[in-house]
């Protein structure tokens, strides 16, 4: 999902934020972590804090990333040396929701969606983070668009990373139940703030032929703007 970042760059310059990307960014190191390769994950939690630790602000656009930062770095980042560069890593990470409605005060990015969609509520994102209202916010105050919320938006949608495929049965009866909710809706788009999800339920719904498309919040903000 490049377009997920890309736009993400798009949206803060429109509302007027100064951007850098370091090109040496690597990844979280989630899927290690959960996968049980602790070793891994801490090596690019390191590499993570020594990339970032001048950021002013560390945006992300999804709540997995940065719930593994904020929530998970401090279990496995234990050295005491690097616990006054990591709290202050942690304190200044968001999720790119939060940032725009609960740091910057941003809820309209001047975006035009005349379309149905409906919201999923993705698991690390409201559970680990606590972030309900920030994505619909921005997504009310998108022109044109009508936001219908599914019954039981913060069931999981079964995907949890390795999850998928260790218990695919599960994991498949889980995006089932998720579809049949989304398509109460009569949405025409299904939005979520992580891709990992938006794989899960898109993939199921085209392989049922069902006409929802799956789209991140960022790319319904920054190509509509």
């Known amino acids: 999902f490049p377009s997920v970042g890309m736009n993400l760059y798009r949206i803060l310059k429109k509302v007027g934020v100064s951007v850098d990307y370091p090109m040496e960014q690597t990844c979280c190191g989630q899927p290690a972590f959960n996968s049980g390769y602790h070793k891994e994950a801490i090596e690019l939690g390191r590499r993570f804090l020594e990339v970032f630790k ?37 304190s200044k990470t968001y999720e790119f929701s939060d940032f725009l409605v609960n740091i910057i005060g941003v809820k309209d990015v001047g975006a035009r969606f005349p379309h149905r969609v409906t919201y999923h509520d993705a698991c690390h994102l409201l559970r680990e983070l606590k972030i309900h209202l920030a994505p619909r916010e921005l997504i009310r105050n998108i022109h044109g668009i009508e936001l219908v919320e599914m019954e039981d938006s913060e069931t999981c949608c079964g995907f949890g990373g390795t999850f998928s495929v260790k218990f695919q049965e599960i994991s498949t009866a889980m995006a089932e139940d998720k579809a049949t909710t989304i398509t109460k809706t009569n949405a025409e788009y299904v939005v979520a703030n992580d891709s990992s999800c938006l794989m899960q339920i898109g993939g199921y719904l085209s392989r049922q032929h069902l006409p929802i498309k799956p789209l991140h919040l960022a790319d319904l903000l920054g190509d509509n703007l």
């Open 54 to 90: 001048d950021s002013e602000y560390i945006v992300s656009p999804s709540g997995s990333c940065t719930s593994m930062v904020k929530i998970f770095y401090p279990e496995i980042l234990e050295e005491p040396e690097l616990k006054e560069t990591l709290n202050d890593l942690i």
